[in-house]
């Protein structure tokens, strides 16, 4: 009786495995922007993050304005000309997100969890404690979820391999 049930059984098991590893292959998807330089930044705990470049005047002002959505381990590197009291806002930026300052030797100095979007006209800006010279932008929560905290080194690796 056993037996003609098998095939049905194997087939379940099949559909169940592909199933689950195309979920798991779509997690780690990196949507690409077309022309976007990406950079790898690596914290000190060994978490690891896929983030796109921003350092043109328009890049640095649009950041993650109208992405509908920001896959897990990816975000957004900032690089800015010297150390300075950043401030971000949440206008136009529909979805929430972490925002992490680092300063010139690569240390994390603030870190802003989960700042929601903004639904008005006006809106709220964020400023760190200490100056950066680099942000990151992640998706809400992630550093929390990350424990990413000030303190931390990061190392951050170029395209080709090499460090930044």
Same mark, same amino acid.
């Not at 077309?34 to 993050?49: C, H, R």
């Not at 989960?114 to 100056?131: D, I, K, Q």
């Given at each position: 009786?056993?037996?003609?049930?098998?095939?049905?059984?194997?087939?379940?098991?099949?559909?169940?495995? +592909?199933?689950?590893?195309?979920?798991? &292959?779509?997690?780690?998807? !990196?949507?690409?922007?077309?022309? &976007?330089?990406?950079?790898?930044?690596?914290?000190?705990?060994?978490?690891?993050?896929?983030?796109? !470049? &921003?350092?043109?005047?328009?890049?640095?002002?649009?950041?993650?304005?109208?992405?509908?959505?920001?896959?897990?381990?990816?975000?957004?590197?900032?690089?800015?000309?010297?150390?300075?009291?950043?401030?971000?806002?949440?206008?136009?930026?529909?979805?929430?997100?972490?925002?992490?300052?680092?300063?010139?030797?690569?240390?994390? !100095?603030?870190?802003?969890?989960? !700042?929601?979007?903004?639904?008005?006209?006006?809106?709220?800006?964020?400023?760190?404690?200490?100056? &950066?010279?680099?942000?990151?932008?992640?998706? +809400?929560?992630?550093?929390?979820?990350?424990?990413?905290?000030? +303190?931390?080194?990061?190392?951050?690796?170029?395209?080709? +391999?090499?460090?930044?």
């Amino acid at each position: 009786m056993f037996k003609q049930y098998l095939p049905y059984i194997m087939l379940t098991v099949v559909l169940a495995l +592909g199933i689950y590893l195309a979920s798991v &292959a779509h997690e780690k998807d !990196v949507p690409l922007t077309p022309g &976007a330089k990406y950079y790898t930044v690596k914290f000190d705990n060994g978490v690891t993050l896929k983030t796109e !470049v &921003a350092e043109t005047k328009e890049e640095l002002k649009t950041g993650l304005m109208f992405r509908e959505k920001l896959p897990k381990n990816t975000g957004m590197f900032f690089i800015f000309g010297m150390e300075f009291k950043y401030t971000f806002w949440m206008k136009n930026t529909l979805i929430p997100l972490d925002i992490i300052w680092i300063n010139g030797r690569m240390e994390v !100095v603030d870190v802003l969890t989960n !700042v929601p979007p903004c639904v008005t006209e006006e809106c709220p800006t964020y400023s760190p404690e200490y100056p &950066a010279k680099y942000v990151i932008e992640t998706p +809400g929560k992630w550093a929390v979820w990350k424990k990413i905290y000030p +303190g931390m080194k990061i190392t951050v690796y170029r395209e080709d +391999g090499a460090q930044l």
